[in-house]
């Protein structure tokens, strides 16, 4: 059985996933950048380890690598969960704000995959990839034309390499709203804005990342063998429904 490498296995959603396939006995291996909550994050799964920063150049085809070298070579599954959440007007952004939302939300996924290519070759399967991009992406929010954009890319990214990688790899992307994570606390630590924000959802609440995981588990399992190429919406109905005038 190959190994699900799981990139950002620190943050909330990623944390989520890899709980959900542990409880499944899948192997999972975690990437992330801080060394100490990675090895507690590991030591609580059973899980193998390596930390990396995806911004920096090389350090995440190393973290692959040395994944799959620890698990036979094989890769079942790649699991991207690194993201941005950047909210500015337009007129305040700037060229590094752009930059380093494009690098770590797209660039970062499509450097995972190359590393992981010989991985998902040496596994005997379909091996499975998973990105994640936004809501906003398709709803069109004031504020959000940095990691949009970004996040655009990541779906633009999830469709091309889903027909190129076919039928050996399969490729998919959860697109979920606001989510109680680490990354959304300036959104979510004020209770009024929360409360606000949890309204405009037709399931009246934020997700949680054990909203997220049931899914992304799907989709890296072989239960999902017939899906790839999707965007899914994780999202309380957020991005297909309205239900006040």
Not at 59 to 80: E, K, M, S
Not at 104 to 117: E, F, K, T
Not at 152 to 160: F, K, M
């Amino acid at each position: 059985m190959g190994v699900v490498v799981i990139v950002g296995g620190t943050g909330g959603i990623g944390q989520a996933v890899a709980q959900r396939l542990a409880d499944a006995g899948r192997p999972v291996h975690l990437i992330a950048r801080h060394e100490g909550r990675l090895a507690e994050a590991a030591a609580r799964l059973g899980a193998g380890f390596t930390a990396a920063d995806v911004e920096e150049h090389g350090a995440i085809a190393a973290a692959i690598q040395d994944a799959a070298a620890r698990h036979g070579g094989a890769i079942a599954g790649l699991c991207y969960a690194v993201g941005t959440i950047t909210l500015k007007p337009i007129g305040r952004l700037t060229d590094a704000d752009f930059e380093r939302d494009f690098r770590v939300n797209a660039l970062g996924a499509a450097r995972a995959v190359q590393a992981a290519l010989p991985g998902f070759k040496a596994f005997d399967g379909v091996a499975s990839v998973l990105f994640f991009s936004t809501v906003a992406v398709a709803q069109g929010f004031a504020a959000h034309a940095s990691v949009a954009m970004a996040k655009g890319a990541v779906e633009g990214l999830t469709l091309s390499l889903a027909a190129e990688l076919a039928p050996r790899v399969r490729v998919n992307a959860i697109a979920p709203s606001l989510t109680r994570t680490p990354l959304a606390a300036p959104l979510t630590a004020s209770a009024p804005m929360a409360e606000a924000i949890a309204q405009l959802h037709a399931a009246q609440r934020l997700g949680d990342p054990v909203d997220i995981a049931p899914l992304a588990a799907l989709l890296l399992s072989d239960e999902a063998s017939w899906i790839t190429g999707q965007i899914i919406g994780v999202d309380g109905g957020r991005s297909s429904l309205r239900t006040k005038g």
